[in-house]
T-cell receptor
Framework: DGGITQSPKYLFRKEGQNVTLSCEQN?????MYWYRQDPGQGLRLIYY???????QKGDIAEGYSVSREKKESFPLTVTSAQKNPTAFYLC????????????FGQGTRLTVV | AQTVTQSQPEMSVQEAETVTLSCTYD???????LFWYKQPPSRQMILVIR??????QNATENRFSVNFQKAAKSFSLKISDSQLGDAAMYFC??????????FGTGTLLAVQP
């Protein structure tokens, strides 16, 4: 089945540690996105990529890093510089056609302990 | 920069009744697309309906319809014959020239039996 897979579903991190969230898609989509979801703030864009080896900062990129070495994969690293990393993270992908929908993974809940 | 505003943090509707969720947006672009996404308790994002800005006709998908007022930059979602399964968080989203999806803060819809 085609889809977008995020792993793990739940992740715990100690303060001061970097952690990487996985996002893989087999939909042959060019564009991939990372969003952060906090209560009352909706989904905020962290990074997005429309082509391999290229990515752009979103509205809240500070403390995060990404790579896009393969079309299928767009991992997100939450670094120790991110002051408040506890949140729900959603990965999405889409084709580069203007009115197309984005397909979302099931999310990763990151908790700093 | 484009913004999306959802002014109703929570709404409630009786089963079988009709409810309207509000969304306004701000943009200087003339060509863009608007979406409503549903996020049930599973947190999986599901596309409900989409609207192309150049189309005057309001989009309809079964019990879901929109009232798109381009001049007023308003994009409300009407849910008719509400069902228990409609209970979810609903997000309004905008996509313009950059292809990024920009989300509002969401409206939590409760459906009362």
């Amino acid at each position: 089945d085609g889809g977008i897979t995020q792993s793990p579903k739940y992740l715990f991190r100690k303060e001061g540690q970097n952690v990487t969230l996985s996002c893989e898609q087999n939909l042959n989509h060019d564009a991939m996105y990372w969003y952060r979801q906090d209560p009352g703030q909706g989904l905020r864009l962290i990074y997005y990529s429309q082509i391999v080896n290229d990515f752009q900062k979103g509205d809240i990129a500070e403390g995060y890093s990404v790579s896009r070495e393969k079309k299928e994969s767009f991992p997100l690293t939450v670094t120790s510089a991110q002051k408040n990393p506890t949140a729900f993270y959603l990965c999405a992908s889409s084709i580069l056609v203007r009115n197309t929908e984005a397909f979302f993974g099931q999310g990763t809940r990151l908790t700093v302990v | 920069a484009q913004t999306v505003t959802q002014s109703q943090p929570e709404m409630s509707v009786q089963e079988a009744e009709t409810v309207t969720l509000s969304c306004t947006y701000d943009t200087s672009e003339s060509d863009y697309y608007l979406f409503w996404y549903k996020q049930p308790p599973s947190r999986q994002m599901i596309l409900v309906i989409r609207q192309e800005a150049y189309k005057q006709q309001n989009a309809t998908e079964n019990r879901f319809s929109v009232n798109f007022q381009k001049a007023a930059k308003s994009f409300s979602l009407k849910i008719s014959d509400s069902q228990l399964g409609d209970a979810a968080m609903y997000f309004c989203a905008y996509s313009g020239a950059t292809n990024k999806l920009i989300f509002g803060t969401g409206t939590l819809l409760a459906v009362q039996p």
